[in-house]
């Protein structure tokens, strides 16, 4: 299934059924008066949250919907049938927004959430509702109140408790791949991965993790380059963010620096992030030969003096994988 966490729909509410104008016609009664029935109110508008649903891919490419209108009224007094509401199922993490002001209307989190979006119009009284002692034969009856109209944008960001992030080939999707049942794309080159991946991290004794891979970042992603920042909101929710750095690839000081090239653009895309419990996986250790474990022993000496907390690992070969596990299910 194709992954889209961004959609904008436009909604209209149902109009309300016209009022009847209607008399009574009975046999032996004459005069017998107004009976019209009132107009039924028209469908209203819902968005509902759904933990079934991983993507908004069912709005790329329908994008207006509306409700039915009230049926109008009609004679002995017999209201219109009010017309059905219309509820969209999102999934369970979206934001809903007004397109037009940017004002956040809900944040839908829990599965069977809904927000009311908006009413349908109300139905027209019928013209017995309108007679009098001194007007006791209207002829007249309201019409039915129109409905209204609006634009949504849906944005979806993950419920996940750990997030994943990295440079692109740092092994993130190999390390989710490790710890999870999850199955994401892993290639030998840049951005294979191009849209976050989820999976349930299961620990002995522990409730489950929710962890999502995020596409990797480049430097200038702030400014567009690479993915840019379109996937960042997906760790906005995490408790713990885990940076994954490509040892094979850096020296000491090249791990600080990756390091801090994540740091700055996540500062770039939102200060608040910097504020969550982070920790350095130094990954791909299989591929450090004997005489190059020094450099492992130097980068963990540099990491240490900045005040970063750091796990040696290898997502691919397993090494360093339980002692992960361990400290995540102290974290949580």
């Known amino acids: 299934m194709r992954f889209l966490d961004e959609a904008v729909v436009t909604v209209r509410s149902g109009n309300g059924g016209r009022g009847c104008v209607s008399f009574r016609k009975e046999k032996y009664i004459p005069r017998g008066g107004p009976d019209g029935g009132d107009g039924g109110d028209g469908g209203s508008i819902?968005?509902?949250?759904?933990?079934?649903?991983?993507?908004?891919?069912?709005?790329?490419?329908?994008?207006?919907f509306k409700a039915p209108n009230g049926a109008p009224g009609r004679g002995k007094n017999q209201t219109g049938?009010?017309?059905?509401?219309?509820?969209?199922?999102?999934?369970?993490?979206?934001?809903?927004?007004?397109?037009?002001?940017?004002?956040?209307?809900?944040?839908l989190v829990r599965d069977g959430e809904e927000f009311f979006v908006l009413p349908g119009g109300r139905g027209g009284k019928g013209n017995q509702h309108f007679a009098t002692?001194?007007?006791?034969?209207?002829?007249?009856?309201?019409?039915?109140?129109?409905?209204?109209?609006?634009?949504?944008?849906?944005s979806l960001k993950s419920l996940a408790d750990i997030g994943i992030i990295g440079l692109p080939n740092a092994g993130k999707s190999t390390l989710l791949s490790r710890l999870t049942t999850a199955h994401p794309r892993i290639d030998d080159y840049p951005f294979s991965t191009l849209v976050p991946n989820l999976g349930v991290l299961e620990l002995e004794d522990h409730a489950p993790l929710t962890i999502a891979d995020i596409p990797g970042l480049i430097e200038g992603a702030s400014q567009g380059r690479g993915l840019g920042h379109r996937f960042l909101k997906h760790i906005e929710r995490t408790q713990l963010l885990l940076h994954v750095i490509d040892i094979s690839a850096h020296s000491p000081d090249g791990i600080l620096e990756s390091f801090m090239i994540l740091k700055h653009e996540l500062e770039a895309y939102d200060p608040a992030l910097l504020r969550k419990a982070?920790?350095?996986?130094?990954?791909?250790?299989?591929?450090?030969?004997?005489?190059?474990?020094?450099?492992?022993?130097?980068?963990?000496?540099?990491l240490s003096r900045a005040g970063f907390e750091f796990l040696a690992i290898s997502a691919l070969t397993g090494e360093g994988i339980d002692a992960l596990k361990e400290i995540l299910s102290k974290k949580f």
């Open 46 to 64: 819902k968005v509902r949250a759904s933990s079934r649903l991983r993507t908004l891919i069912q709005y790329n490419s329908r994008k207006f």
């Open 133 to 154: 002692p001194t007007q006791r034969a209207p002829r007249f009856a309201q019409p039915g109140e129109p409905g209204r109209e609006m634009r949504l944008r849906f």
């Open 81 to 107: 049938k009010n017309g059905r509401d219309i509820v969209l199922e999102v999934p369970t993490g979206t934001v809903v927004a007004d397109q037009e002001t940017g004002e956040v209307l809900a944040d």
């Open 278 to 302: 982070q920790m350095v996986l130094i990954n791909k250790i299989d591929l450090l030969g004997s005489c190059r474990r020094d450099l492992l022993e130097r980068t963990g000496k540099a």
